[in-house]
């Protein structure tokens, strides 16, 4: 098993920045990945941002890509989301997942291990 912690979220006003942490804990040798997905109210779950742990291979989804910036610290087992020019529609409850088997990027079904998720307030 391995366990999720997110930290990080708040409330900005638009242009403004957050830097989003995750700690994973337990069984963090099987993971071969680690994404950040985010919900608003009333919408599905989507992606946001992953990378590989030991390459550090990036993916974005194209509404964040160039003001998001996903890294990692492997001897935290950590990872990070840094987020910038924040914008309301950046509006969220933003989970951390972890993906053991090195599934499809995008796609929620890839990953095995979920956080709690952290709520990330942006405002107008």
């Known amino acids: 098993q391995v366990q999720l912690v997110e930290s990080g979220g708040g409330l900005v006003q638009a242009g403004g920045s957050l830097r989003l942490s995750c700690a994973a804990s337990?069984?963090?040798?099987?993971?071969?990945?680690m994404g950040w997905f985010r919900q608003a109210p009333g919408k599905e779950r989507e992606f946001a941002a992953r990378?590989?742990?030991?390459?550090?291979?990036?993916y974005y989804a194209d509404s964040v890509k160039g003001r998001f910036t996903i890294s990692r610290d492997n001897t935290k087992n950590t990872i990070y989301l840094q987020m910038n020019n924040l914008k309301p529609e950046d509006t969220a409850v933003y989970f951390c997942a972890a993906d053991n088997n090195g599934g499809l990027v995008r796609s929620a079904l890839s990953y095995e291990y979920w956080g709690q998720g952290t709520q990330v307030t942006v405002s107008s």
């Open positions: 337990g069984r963090t040798f099987s993971i071969n990945a």
């Open positions: 990378i590989t742990w030991s390459s550090g291979t990036t």
